[in-house]
């Protein structure tokens, strides 16, 4: 049995997995339907035991099932790319439609990026699972985090996560200043695509 999961964790593996199929599905249909697709790929995970443990003790909270899933609220993380930042926005309409799913928060990076730069949207969902949770419930409730970002964005938060974690790094301060500046000039190039791309199907 999981560590601080308990006996839920296979439970969390199943709604990281049901909730990416359906999006897949969605997203195949919508390519069938129109040969535009509204993201290049989705991943899932449940976070590794190591880091949910982690976690918890910096929050100074028990390490245990009920902090994993109560408190914390990223058990489960989905992240979806796409290649234009106008797709983002459609994906979230289709979530916040999707049933048994619920929208309990929402944090949009896009618009006020983070000062070192980050940009990205993400929400916690509340999704309602047929077995029970920890609370007892049934159906049960579990909290998901999706984060939704360009592949632009998502490139540049690999490299930003690689000098978080990466000690020792020369030239650190510099390399944050660079990481800014290529921020700034990535959003304006989404926006470009973004007005390149509507002007090539006649929306302007």
Known sequence: MSVIYGKYKQTLNDIANELSTRLEIHNNNIYDKTGYKLF???SSRVKSEE??????????VPANYESALGLMRDAIGIRIVSTFIDDIQTNIDYIKNMPDVTVVKEKDYIKHAKPNGYRS??????????EEDFRGNTPGHYFVEVQLRTIAM???????????????VPNHELIESELKRVADEINSCDLSMKTIRNLIRGSI
Do not use: N
């Open 121 to 130: 949207y993400h929400l916690i969902l509340d999704v309602e699972w047929d």
């Open 154 to 168: 998502d490139s540049w938060a690999a490299l930003e996560h690689q000098l978080k974690y990466k000690k020792d």
């Open 40 to 42: 290049e790929h989705i």
């Open 51 to 60: 880091s949910m443990i982690e976690k918890c003790e910096r929050k100074g």
